[in-house]
């Protein structure tokens, strides 16, 4: 028989406790042993949570007893659970975390500790699409050439709502909290963060990179307004919050923000909560996971499934995939200066004669060729501009953003949103 110890009983935990029991039959068969949960550590013993599991509010409870095999730990933040997982690591208990953010600090450091110990973390990315599971053992065979996913369901509900029913940021922003999927700061989903710390999991994996959220580009959903979607829809495009990590020779580039993307693609079709992540190999082609990101069923799923996976072997395989580099040349991570893309630009101007001109001539000026240009007014004094570019570089276009921002006929800071 297996134990387990939960740390952090809230939505998820609970939803551990419950599967485990509800799907015993299939669990110990999976497992060849049967697996219950023995303690789990809240930080309230007063709230009745419907488990016939011990309580209790004191970590060391769950880390000191030699009877419990598995930590799950689901508390969230960084340093404190970096704490605990360490301690329950060094006393020889497999790990089994579904906390992306902790991994996009400390994987590296965690990987080293863990050797041959199982940790485990499927339902830290994407909460019930195996993708961990498919990028380091399915996909194994491949060299990744891409991963392009939608990986945060708040942003994405908030996206389909803005495009389907029109309604404005802020009132779907609350609508989405409402429904549960929301970080407990939701900045964290609107402005990239989360789905950032996803990416630099799955980017591990796939490249050995090791880069920390502040060395990626990480842009969030909070700049786009309902002109955006607008325009993206008369040109047949969706506009969606990706994740995406591509190699371009001996670089990959990371990079986190609102997209334009043409509508008939198949992720440009992930509507609702739902998460999506299309994962390019160079032998296997293009395949899509799809499914639910978060909730506590979905989450709990991977989770235990992680538990089953080290109830029947003991220990996993490398933490990362991987224990010497994978490719001759080490990867590196691409300078976000240097990324290349297509671009969306909304630039509100002074409609007045000689503005048109002016601006064609800075992005001339920067190496930005334009695809396509729309006018439209906006006061009676003001208009839209609403531009498309050719394939551009990154630096160039900040610095005509800045360019353009600084001139008297430029009425607020130009939108951009990248093509792709
Ligand atoms: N806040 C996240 C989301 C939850 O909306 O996708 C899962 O990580």
């Known amino acids: 028989m297996i134990k387990v110890g939960i740390i952090g009983v809230g939505t998820v935990g609970t939803s551990v406790a419950q599967i485990l029991k509800d799907n015993a039959d299939v669990i110990s068969a999976r497992a060849g042993t049967d697996i219950v949960v023995k303690s789990g550590v809240v930080k309230n013993l007063n709230k009745d949570r419907g488990l016939d599991i011990v309580l209790t509010d004191n970590v060391d409870d769950i880390l000191n007893d030699p009877e419990i095999d598995i930590v799950v730990e689901l508390m969230g933040g960084v340093e404190e659970p970096f704490e ?15 906390n992306k953010a902790l991994l996009a600090y400390h994987r590296y450091e965690l990987a080293e500790l863990a050797k041959d110990i199982a940790f485990e973390y499927e339902a830290s990315v994407a909460g019930g699409i195996p993708i961990i599971n498919a990028l380091r053992d399915g996909l194994s065979a491949n060299h990744i050439e891409s991963i392009t996913g939608i990986m945060n369901g708040t942003s994405n509900y908030m996206m389909t709502k803005m495009t389907n029913d029109g309604v404005a940021y802020d009132d779907i922003l609350k609508e989405a909290q409402d429904l549960g999927y929301a970080e407990a700061d939701p900045t964290f989903d609107v402005g990239g963060f989360d789905a950032a710390h996803k990416l630099l999991i799955l980017a591990s994996i796939a490249y050995g990179i090791d880069a920390k959220p502040e060395d990626i580009l990480i842009e969030g959903i909070d700049n786009v307004s309902q002109e955006d979607i607008q325009f993206a829809k008369e040109f047949g495009y969706a506009v969606k919050l990706l994740g995406i990590a591509k190699k371009d020779g001996n670089e990959v580039e990371l990079r986190v923000h609102a997209a334009l993307i043409k509508q008939e693609e198949m992720i440009a079709k992930i509507d609702g909560v739902m998460n999506a992540i299309s994962v390019v190999g160079d032998k296997v082609g293009e395949t899509l996971y799809y499914g639910p990101g978060a909730g506590g069923d979905a989450t709990a799923s991977a989770v235990v499934a992680n538990i089953i996976d080290i109830a029947r072997s003991g220990k996993s395989t490398p933490m990362l995939g991987f224990d010497r580099p994978m490719e001759g040349k080490a990867l590196r991570l691409k300078p976000t200066a240097n990324i290349e893309s297509k671009y969306y630009l909304r630039i509100n101007v002074s409609d007045k004669a000689g503005v048109l001109a002016k601006i064609t001539k800075i992005f001339e000026e920067n190496n930005i060729s334009v695809e396509t240009m ?22 160039d276009i900040q610095n005509m953003i800045k360019e353009l921002e600084s001139l008297d006929f430029v009425n607020s800071t130009p939108v951009m949103i990248r093509i792709v």
């Open 84 to 98: 605990v997982v360490k301690r329950a690591l060094s006393s020889g208990k497999a790990v089994v975390t579904a």
């Open 374 to 395: 729309l006018q439209r007014p906006a006061t009676s004094d003001s208009a839209n501009l609403l531009i498309s570019t050719h394939i551009a570089v990154e630096k």
